[in-house]
């Protein structure tokens, strides 16, 4: 069973973190979501606390660790939160109807499959990684993950969060993504309420574009990391879509 902790009362949110990421990158979000929801944020494997990964994952087999959590906690509706790789297992689960997905927010994530070039740059990434370690990788890459003028605090904050993952997981994680599937006809047609919020200064995932009125879009000032870049901006938005009547 994958980490995770639950927090709060009302409908439940589901928090999934991206590459690099681990419960801890929603902090300067979610003690204002649990006032509000009943928050389930997961650690996805070998991210975070949970353990490291056996075998080849897909976004689905992803998707079904979350699944699994969800059962044991016995919810069967929810809203689902993901950020850059947790979209795109938010966009799995959607597409299997794995679960009832009342509302989804996919934060700096997309719906288009790596190109080419991406897969080979990931590849490299997985050699780079099994080869130097964690710590060395992440020093190298997470300035791509911000703003070029963000706060020095938010970028070793990051660090500090991505520092906790474990290489196999790393690893693991890099080869799901390179194998993830289109899902821009999912987005089209889904009739799913979808909140899209990616970053003016974002350079790490292809915008998502649509024309489906049940996906909306907003754009933060930021980098790929909104959610410590402009947290407050962040929750607003996802306060707004998921309970606007208030």
């Not at 509302?103 to 499959?113: C, G, I, T």
Request: aromatic residues 6%.
């Amino acid at each position: 069973m994958l980490n995770y902790t639950r927090n709060g009362s009302g409908e439940a949110v589901v928090l999934i973190h991206g590459f690099l990421g681990g419960t801890a990158i929603y902090d300067r979000i979610i003690d204002a979501l649990i006032q509000r929801f009943d928050v389930i944020a997961i650690d996805l494997p070998g991210h975070g606390k949970s353990e490291a990964p056996e075998g080849d994952y897909t976004m689905y087999r992803y998707a079904e660790g979350i699944i699994d959590v969800l059962m044991a906690e016995k919810v069967e509706k929810s809203y689902w939160i993901g950020h850059s790789m947790g979209g795109y297992i938010t966009l799995a689960a959607i597409e299997k109807n794995y679960t009832n997905i009342e509302k989804a927010v996919l934060l700096y994530s997309s719906d288009a499959p790596d190109t080419a070039e991406a897969i080979e740059k990931r590849t490299k990434q997985q050699e780079e990684i099994m080869e130097h370690g964690v710590g060395s990788f992440v020093d190298g890459i997470i300035h791509n993950f911000l703003a070029p003028d963000a706060k020095t605090e938010d970028v070793l904050f990051a660090k500090e969060v991505a520092y906790e993952a474990k290489a196999e997981g790393l690893v693991t994680a890099l080869g799901a993504m390179k194998t993830r599937p289109d899902q821009r006809d999912l987005i089209d047609v889904t009739s799913t309420q979808i909140l899209v919020i990616e970053g003016e200064q974002d350079n790490a995932v292809t915008p998502i574009e649509t024309t489906n009125p049940n996906v909306s879009k907003i754009k933060t000032n930021t980098g790929h990391l909104g959610m410590l870049e402009d947290p407050q901006t962040v929750l607003r938005e996802i306060l707004n879509f998921l309970n606007p009547a208030e």
